[in-house]
């Protein structure tokens, strides 16, 4: 049995954009090198207005966002975490990568991280907390060898 389960939902909305099997890999890495138990979690794919609509229902924003994260943090019968869900639009990450300038690839191992470390409980409203997330997050795309996403003054 994999130590860390990881399903995928609706990866045909990635189609011609980047492989959404990608992110089980970085998910696997990362939770590894955050000591995480063995856990079950999902990454669900949308469209730009399911995305809106999830962020104003549950975080009462009424706009696009690119990732959302819904933690979990409870046991199935044979006692694996359920971590939670990670929620990524598409769509929304690849019109921020064209506009920032930004290799798409890179930008989406940026998201499922920072999907990740939410599910972990991490977060980025309080200053303190949002440069620690920060730290985390270039540590663990530097262990899959890819760059700063802050630029290396964040650090």
């Known amino acids: 049995m994999d ?13 011609g954009l980047f492989d959404p099997e990608t992110a089980r890999d ?6 590894a090198r955050l000591n995480q138990p063995a856990c079950e979690c999902c990454i669900r794919f949308v469209e730009k207005d ?12 009424d706009k696009l966002t690119n990732v959302l994260a ?7 019968e044979t006692g694996r975490i359920l971590l939670g869900d990670v929620v990524i639009c598409p769509a929304v990450l690849a019109d921020e990568a064209k506009i920032q300038e930004k290799d798409l690839l890179q930008h989406y191992a940026h998201l499922v991280i920072h999907g ?15 440069k620690e997330m920060e730290l985390l ?3 663990l795309l530097g262990a899959l060898g890819i ?3 802050y630029g290396e003054e964040s650090l």
């Open 50 to 61: 399911e995305m809106k609509a999830l962020n104003f229902r549950f975080r009462q924003q």
């Open 147 to 149: 760059k700063n996403p």
């Open 70 to 76: 819904f933690p979990e943090d409870s046991a199935d």
């Open 137 to 139: 997050e270039v540590m």
């Open 26 to 31: 970085w998910f696997q890495s990362s939770l």
């Open 116 to 130: 990740i470390l939410h599910l972990k409980g991490f977060d980025h409203i309080v200053e303190d907390e949002a």
């Open 3 to 15: 130590k860390y389960l990881i399903e995928m939902q609706q990866e045909a909305l990635c189609r």
